[in-house]
């Protein structure tokens, strides 16, 4: 008889622009790697040849209508579900995603002002697959823009005026505070080692858990 393969575990990391977020998954997954965990690492839009077609097309064209944004947002999400993630964790492997439905329901719901309770219909409906973990990087928004100043070609969101930042980061809190199981909230202005430490002691102890 075949050993049976345990799940493998979901870990998403969220946070504003310029939170520290995508810098922190490339530390936890360059630990990973030289512990020699299976893993694969990933992102919203974008973690499928269809979604990297995607993700052009949600950041950098022209206008879009905020309902048109919020379903082209799922569309990628659902064909990262089946194609990548969830063959994934049925391998066994430990799944890193820069961004998941937490950022719809901040992004599109409170920046947009489209509410949640829409991305939590579709959410719903086409993915239903809730993390095991959310790293949430806390950051003001000036701060974390700021971080953003010097980079070229900054993208449509990242364009966004103050307030919808401001929103952005209210909901990501307030999700938090609602979902203490699942959340780690840390303060995305700590120095990143600190940061990277914590974060590593969480897996190792979650990893442990199971």
């Known amino acids: 008889m075949t050993a049976r393969r345990h799940r493998g575990l979901f870990v998403t990391f969220e946070g504003t622009e310029g939170s520290g977020k995508s810098t922190q998954l490339r530390l936890l997954a360059r630990r990973l790697r030289r512990r020699g965990v299976p893993l694969l690492v990933t992102r919203q839009p974008g973690g499928t040849p269809a979604g990297a077609r995607l993700r052009r097309l949600l950041l950098h064209a022209g206008a879009?209508?905020?309902?048109a944004e919020l379903l082209l947002m799922f569309a990628d999400r659902r064909q990262h579900l089946t194609e990548s993630i969830e063959p994934a964790l049925a391998s066994g492997l430990v799944v890193l995603?820069?961004?998941y439905t937490d950022a719809s329901r901040a992004y599109q719901g409170a920046g947009r002002r489209l509410g949640e309770e829409l991305v939590d219909l579709l959410?719903?409906?086409?993915?239903?697959?809730?993390?095991?973990?959310?790293?949430?990087?806390?950051?003001?928004?000036?701060?974390?823009?700021?971080r953003l100043a010097a980079r070229a070609g900054k993208d449509r969101i990242e364009r966004e005026a103050l307030a919808f930042?401001?929103?952005?980061?209210a909901a990501y809190l307030d999700r938090a505070r609602r979902e203490p199981g699942r959340?780690?909230?840390?303060d995305g202005t700590r120095p990143p080692g600190e940061l990277a430490s914590t974060v590593a002691a969480d897996l190792d102890a979650l990893l442990a858990s199971r």
């Open 165 to 169: 930042h401001r929103r952005v980061r």
């Open 64 to 67: 879009l209508d905020p309902r």
């Open 123 to 146: 959410h719903a409906r086409f993915c239903a697959l809730e993390p095991d973990r959310t790293y949430l990087f806390d950051c003001p928004p000036r701060i974390g823009l700021a």
């Open 183 to 186: 959340f780690v909230v840390l």
């Open 97 to 99: 995603c820069d961004r």
